[in-house]
């Protein structure tokens, strides 16, 4: 499954907004996190039930908007 996100750090709570086209996902991490790569990777295996070798970031490794790949295994 393919998933084209928005990232928005420095949210009050972890949370996904699936919607047509883009999905939002809100992060509990401050804006200048050294990696925030890893807490969306965390955060997206949690909610799928996945392991989080099984999420791949396919473009926009250093932007907000991205394109992830979700292996079900």
Request: net charge positive; proline share 5%; hydrophobic share 40%.
């Amino acid at each position: 499954m393919r998933l084209n996100v928005k990232v928005f750090p420095n949210s009050k709570k972890d949370r996904l907004v699936l919607e047509e086209g883009r999905s939002r996902v809100y992060l509990a991490i401050p804006t200048k996190d050294p990696n925030p790569n890893k807490a969306l990777i965390k955060f997206l295996a949690a909610h799928f039930h996945v392991k989080k070798n099984m999420i791949n970031i396919i473009s926009g490794g250093n932007r907000r908007e991205k394109l992830l790949e979700v292996l079900k295994g």
